[in-house]
């Protein structure tokens, strides 16, 4: 049996090397993360806060020659691998699902990649971690300081204005976008949402 499962996973490797999209990753991931050990928390294949958004790239689109690479990981947007339910209620993948477990993500599907550990922002995304509410005479029955947050991932873009990771910053509203990385709560922005870098006393 050994030599079967074998002769089975050296086949699929072969499959994913020859399989190329034209102008598409394909990357490889389970739908949905919606367990937390042998808890289910969540049973609805609709609901996009339990989608998977980490697939792990098999294959790079024809004529790629930029730093992603084979078995780099992208973070991708929630309806990449979720299941959806049709007008007669029939559950459908999405237009990214190839088969089995593969994917396919157009550029704009994702927003970061990582290799060798480190998260990377994609194009004009960025990433951002809301902090708690500051110390206020007008009461604020808030968990999170509104519009406001610590750059964690800036891009290219961000780094030549200045703004570094760790930077207190300002963005606009109706920008977050949530993300849970590396089981911390970040929002995505695009560059043009962050509005002011807080100069710390």
């Keep these: 049996m050994e030599g079967v499962h074998g002769a089975y996973a050296y086949f699929n490797r072969i499959q994913h090397q020859l399989l190329r999209a034209v102008n598409q990753f394909i990357v490889q991931g389970q739908r949905y993360n919606n367990t937390k050990g042998d808890l289910i928390v969540n049973t609805s294949e609709e609901d996009h806060r339990f989608s998977n958004r980490e697939g792990v790239v098999v294959a790079l689109p024809l004529g790629y020659d930029g730093p992603i690479g084979v078995g780099d990981t992208l973070l991708v947007h929630h309806n990449v691998f979720k299941y959806y339910n049709d007008m007669k ?14 994917f396919l993500v157009d550029y704009d599907q994702f927003y970061m990649w990582r290799s060798d550990g480190d998260w990377e922002p994609h194009d004009r995304y960025c990433f951002v971690e809301p902090i708690p509410p500051k110390e206020s005479i007008i009461f604020k029955p808030l968990t999170e300081e509104p519009l406001m947050g610590i750059m964690r991932y800036p891009n290219d873009y961000l780094k030549g204005q200045g703004i570094e990771s760790g930077d207190t910053v300002t963005f606009r509203p109706e920008s977050e976008y949530e993300f849970i990385v590396d089981g911390e709560k970040l929002y995505r922005m695009f560059d043009h949402q962050v509005t002011c870098k807080i100069q710390n006393d």
């Design 89 to 102: 209620g029939r559950q459908q993948s999405g237009r990214s699902f190839l088969r089995d477990d593969l």
